[in-house]
């Protein structure tokens, strides 16, 4: 998600009737958080199908990637990688979110 686009959301958070998000700028929010929805309502590590375009998640979370050749990757930090399509065996084809592990007090797992 883009600078630009976060901040509009976070104004309509904190400001819901002073509606400051274009319709394009719903549209790329539902784009970007519908598989999410999806794969919690199917349950955290579901492999979510990806058509291309900006990294769908946070550049802080761990994903694991399945690219189009079908090699995989686990646990990488996906502001790393090239999130558009462009024909190749090493076009990213799906992704899962690895959820956060809670850790104790000590910071440990």
Known sequence: MNKELAEAVKLFISQPLNNPLSRGQMMEIARIALPILEQQERGEGEW???????????????????????????????????????????????????????????GEQ
């Open 48 to 106: 979510i199908e990806w058509g291309g375009g900006e990294c769908p998640v946070k550049g802080a979370t761990l994903v694991d990637i399945k690219f189009r050749n079908g090699d995989i990757i686990r646990g990488y930090k996906p502001r790393h990688l090239d999130w558009r399509l462009d024909g190749d065996i090493g076009d990213i084809i799906a992704y899962r979110i690895i959820p956060e592990r809670a850790t104790n007090q000590n």
